[in-house]
């Protein structure tokens, strides 16, 4: 490889044997264990993850990626690759090695005639929904604007579009890939296709994506949304309604749900739908989740997009401790409704949830053999999730999260989202993949034999 001309700003003493100035040669910026900026540099979005990388490497393009890799490579040193780090694991740090960090690779560029974009993996999601709604285009895009949109895409990738235009990763058209090896590959339809198949949903096993290729659709820049907020006394009748409604919903449909707790303590349950489409359809097509019931809040209007998008980020800001365990259900029948009442009601504080996103539609109509993300039969995640600050709650607040997730295991499909995956070992890995997993150990044979991207969901190869 061509010698490159060190313009890392280095911070603090290095190691030796880290010594980036003879050793690691980046235009991007080195940071070291030890060094000013270490603490704040090794942060990730769950403050409880609490991990010391021996060095992160800010990469500020695909050649420093190389470089990255190729280091890491002839030291052994474990590896964590990061580019949002909304891993609710943590999984892109690491103690002891090397997080070679994305996030200042954020380019994009959108052809708003073929409706594409090509974005660099720094971007997170709102920077990418920005870009794209300059031209009232948008792909599926998640649903916390400080996401990556690297690890999102890479896992499967759920959001409001889903429905109507399938998962973040049905939308891939093209990715720039560095290997293990240290080589550069454009994946495509054309070029590479196996590899990316095995990027649309089979996680970070691969390589480290450098850039994803998009294709986009044009919805405008405001969507119909209605949402209700129904007292706990209510939540039954509205979780059937709920249940019934969504399974039967059309394509444009996206409709949410969550037990919540206000300030005050009291319990409810949040019913939150937009429409993929014009006001006066979504009007009509929402209109029945605020005529059920009595609920003491409702809203239906035209709200833009964006800020539909960034509409959770209160909920899930940066540095608070979190944790949880999902599933997926194909209805809310009589007996989950009855687990998820009565576990959350035992919720440990006011910021605990219980989740119900909603999936189905085009994502179902996608078949299973045509991306690693096997799930297609579901209409629901469910999962609780647990948000705390104190370290002490640690113990009291995982243990609601698996408790009500227990609870609830026996009117689950068996299957689980790879992104919404914690450290659960290589059997739930097995139940995000399905029937899909042994050709992933395959392209995991062929493409990172030595298992070098180990650091994620995991695929363990057998060569």
Not at 171 to 192: K, M, Q
Not at 350 to 370: D, E, F, M, Y
Request: proline share 5%.
């Amino acid at each position: 490889m061509e010698q490159r001309q060190a313009n890392n700003e280095v911070m603090g003493e290095p190691h030796s044997e880290l010594r980036p100035s003879s050793q690691l040669r980046l235009k991007g910026q080195v940071v070291l264990d030890g060094s000013a900026g270490y603490d704040e540099a090794r942060k990730v979005w769950n403050g409880a993850v609490d991990r010391r990388p021996a060095m992160i490497a800010y990469c500020a393009d695909t050649r420093d990626v190389v470089e990255a890799v190729t280091f890491a490579r002839s030291r052994t040193f474990p590896v964590a690759v990061r580019s949002g780090g909304h891993n609710v694991a943590g999984l892109s740090v690491c103690d002891g090695g090397m997080v070679i960090d994305l996030s200042r690779m954020k380019r994009i560029d959108v052809d708003p005639v073929r409706r594409t974009a090509r974005a660099e993996a720094g971007l997170d999601l709102g920077e990418f929904d920005r870009a794209t709604q300059a031209h009232g285009l948008a792909t599926t895009m998640g649903v916390n604007s400080d996401t990556g949109i690297a690890g999102l895409t890479l896992g499967g990738g759920f959001g409001k579009l889903g429905r109507k235009y399938g998962l973040t990763c049905d939308n891939l058209i093209a990715a720039e890939v560095v290997t293990a090896e240290g080589r550069v590959l454009r994946a495509s339809a054309t070029e590479h296709p196996d590899l990316l198949w095995g990027l649309r949903g089979g996680g970070g096993n691969f390589g480290i994506v450098t850039a994803f290729e998009y294709q986009l659709h044009a919805i405008g820049t405001s969507l119909p949304v209605a949402s209700t907020l129904y007292p706990y006394d209510q939540a039954r009748e509205a979780m059937q309604f709920y249940d019934e409604f969504a399974r039967n919903a059309a394509d444009e449909v996206n409709v949410d749900a969550a037990l919540v707790t206000l300030p005050s303590g009291d319990r409810f349950f949040n019913i939150s739908g937009c429409y993929v489409g014009s006001h006066h359809d979504g009007e009509r097509a929402l209109s029945p989740i605020v005529k059920f019931g009595s609920p003491v809040e409702t809203r239906l209007a035209t709200v833009p997009y964006l800020e539909i998008q960034s509409g959770g980020d209160a909920l899930f800001p940066r540095g608070r401790r979190y944790y949880w365990k999902a599933q997926f259900l194909r209805e809310i029948g009589a007996g989950a409704i009855d687990a998820l009442l009565d576990a959350y009601a035992r919720a440990p504080n006011t910021s605990s949830l219980l989740v119900l996103q909603h999936v189905g539609g085009a994502i179902a109509r996608v078949p299973v053999s045509s991306s690693p993300y096997a799930n297609r039969d579901a209409a629901f995640d469910c999962f609780p999730v647990a948000i705390w600050d104190d370290p002490a709650g640690d113990e009291a607040n995982m243990r609601w999260a698996r408790e009500l997730w227990s609870a609830v295991r026996p009117y689950s499909t068996g299957g689980v989202y790879a992104n919404n995956l914690g450290d659960e070992g290589e059997d739930r890995v097995r139940d995000a993949y399905g029937e899909n997993y042994a050709r992933l150990v395959a392209l995991k044979n062929k493409y990172d034999p030595t298992n070098f991207f180990r650091l994620n969901q995991n695929i363990k190869p057998t060569t």
